[in-house]
């Protein structure tokens, strides 16, 4: 019916990956049987379909369905919603909304946020259309893909079927070959589409039996008479692989370890698939996963399987960032002993879909539909567990997992690519809890984009004066963030034209924690000097992270380093110098006002992004800028007499007023290159700081 052109509800009880292709081709999904966490679900969410999931008035019957006794045939009409489970028999009038074109600079400053706080949002996807969804949808990479569904397409799914009704060495490795052929094209698009960005491939999942028909039918055939010759080798494979519990059976790196080859296979099909995109100039950053890992011995013989394929690949460049190889936390042993696990792992990802069926022990397909809305009606659990994450019991785990890693290995790399990652407050848990990245269904990303960003604004990660705020992500010659622009003098140890101040570990800590994120010529450009010394030491006491960005350096506050600094300056803090401070901090504030003002006349004209082809109106921007550097004198002579440090502001704002105004107009509102807003916006930090002011209860953002 889909081929005929005819928009077609797929209902089932329950999907199997044999569905696929099915709910590939249909507009809506809808089952009798599962919830938020079930296979419909996810699929649905991940290629952005309308599904009802768990509907138990629902039931399938020969040539249709019947909706609390009401038949309805295939053919007839059906409406689903998707946002409140309603079914509607008959066809419904509906309507599509384009989101909000403030959305987009929404979600810009959002990604200005995650990107200060180093936490990136990817998509999870499995082919490459969703990848490039994804892509699209502002996902910094792919978090999970998931290389089973790639063995679920018309032309895959017999050659793995022909690989599990092997009977000799010589059929497993013919059907081998075919395998790794296919998946080498099936990799090569996926990661081709996320060119340059991380592709996290999960290897395979499940176990062997779910590539099968299911065995009922098969035992009905049978039972009937009509079953050919491959159909019955495909029955005793079923039997024999049959597991009472397939969840908790032979899946995962249990599969690798009891079925030799898979593992190797798909290695060596992400190698030569990595191999080729270099070839044709391409980046691929693949990381490579292995699933349901719950022991250290486990995983060391686990990566011993894909470093050997890896070396035999030939390709000397899949190495350092190219190809990493982690494990995948799913189970709470694994939580429990991931500071061991971080010896052979070089991240790790928390399956949380998994990890809460294992610590409820609830089977998600069983409990949605019938037990979890008795539970929360009666007030035993106040949200569903699969789609808000369990704080106390799931959360911790992952807290514990989290913990446990960093102090084993300080390098790991933590995310999260079950589905809690595009649920708001989920997201807000895993960012406090440290993680490097979240991943999610390609159409949830943008949710996730901005619950990541107020995660970290909320959690103190990031300060909102770590990041100045551009507008569409757009730059032009002069008004918007150069990101990788730098002091034109390097850091040297030498005064730059002011007294030298008394630079201990206290102001560099202080400084630090002003600047947010810095490159050493920020330090130098704050305190006169790069105090070498000091940061070394700092660095080595754990209190500052010195990040080696390939083209540039940055200089942060460390978690721990970040306690120590209010430590220290909450010890030294000086209420004569905050209330001498007070007297002049109501004149700086108007002019603050007046100077934020004047950065949107300079970047936006008649409400659009200002292009700077009007001279003359640039110009008056410029003139109003030197004028306001005048005014602003006295203001800063005064707030220096309560402080002395604080005069290096007046001559760095003088000088970047003057550069400004003679042509180099990114010293107007330009990003982290000294310009006129970077400082002033250092210095507004500074005295909020020094008089202990809540910058939310002022509201001078």
Known sequence: ???????????????????????????????????????????????????????????????????????????????????????YIGELEVSSHEPPTELKQLLHWADQVAEAGRVEVRANADTQGDASMGRTLGA??????????????????????????????????????????AQ?????????????????????????????????????????????????KELAAARRLHEANPMLGIRGVRLGMVRSGLYEMQVRALSIAAGNLIQRGKQPRIEIMIPLVVNERELSIARQWVT???????????????????????????????????????????????????????????????????????????????AALDFDGVGALVEMGCKAARQAKPSIKLG????????????????????????????????????????????GRVSAEDVTFTFNGYRTSSADADYRSSSSEPPGGQAVGEDELSVDEDLVLYVIRIRGFTPPEGIQESLGMFPTDIIANLVGQGWVDHMDMGDREMYTLTPEGQKEQRRRFDSAADPAIAQALSTTYQPFLKINTEFKELCNCWQLKDGAVNDHCDIAYDQQQLDALASLADRAQPVLVQLAEALPRLARYNSRLQEAAQRAVAGETKMFTGVMCGSFHDIWMELHEDLILLQGINRAEEGSF
């Open 1 to 87: 019916m889909a081929g005929a052109g005819r928009s077609v509800i797929l209902v089932r009880t329950e999907t199997t990956p044999d569905d696929v292709l099915g709910m590939q081709a249909a507009q809506g999904i809808l089952t009798a049987r599962g919830g938020l966490g079930s296979h419909a679900a996810i699929v649905a969410r991940g290629w952005g379909k309308p599904a009802v999931v768990g509907a138990v008035d629902v039931h399938v019957v020969a040539g249709g369905i019947e909706i609390n006794g009401i038949s309805v045939s295939e053919g007839d009409r059906l409406t689903i919603d998707g946002s409140t489970g309603a079914v």
């Open 140 to 181: 910094k990479g792919i978090g999970l893909c998931r290389t089973e569904h790639m063995f679920l397409s018309p032309d895959r799914l017999p050659m793995m079927r022909r690989f599990i009704l092997s009977e000799t060495a010589a059929e497993e490795q013919e059907s081998l070959q075919q395998l790794e052929k």
């Open 184 to 232: 080498v094209a099936d990799f090569e698009s996926v990661i081709e589409a996320m060119d340059g960005l991380p592709v996290t491939v999960r290897l395979l999942d499940p176990p062997l039996h779910e590539f099968l028909p299911d065995i009922i039918d098969l035992t009905a055939k049978k039972a009937r008479g009509s079953l050919n010759s491959v159909e019955s």
């Open 308 to 386: 050997e394929a890896l070396d035999q690949s030939g390709h000397p460049e899949l190495t350092g960032e190219a190809i990493s190889i982690g494990a995948m936390i799913e189970t709470p042993r694994a939580a429990l002993v991931a500071g061991s696990l971080t010896a052979h792992s070089d991240f790790f990802s928390f399956g949380t879909n998994d990890l809460t069926q294992m610590t409820f022990a609830f089977s998600r397909d069983d409990v949605e539909a019938r037990m979890l809305p008795a539970y929360q009606e009666r007030g035993v659990l106040e949200e569903n567990p699969f």
């Open 416 to 459: 999260v690519c079950g589905e809690h990652a595009g649920h708001p407050d989920s997201v807000g848990f895993f960012v406090r809890a440290g993680v490097d990245s979240v991943s999610c269904s390609p159409f949830r990303v943008p949710l996730s984009r901005l619950a990541v960003a107020q995660a970290l604004l909320a959690s």
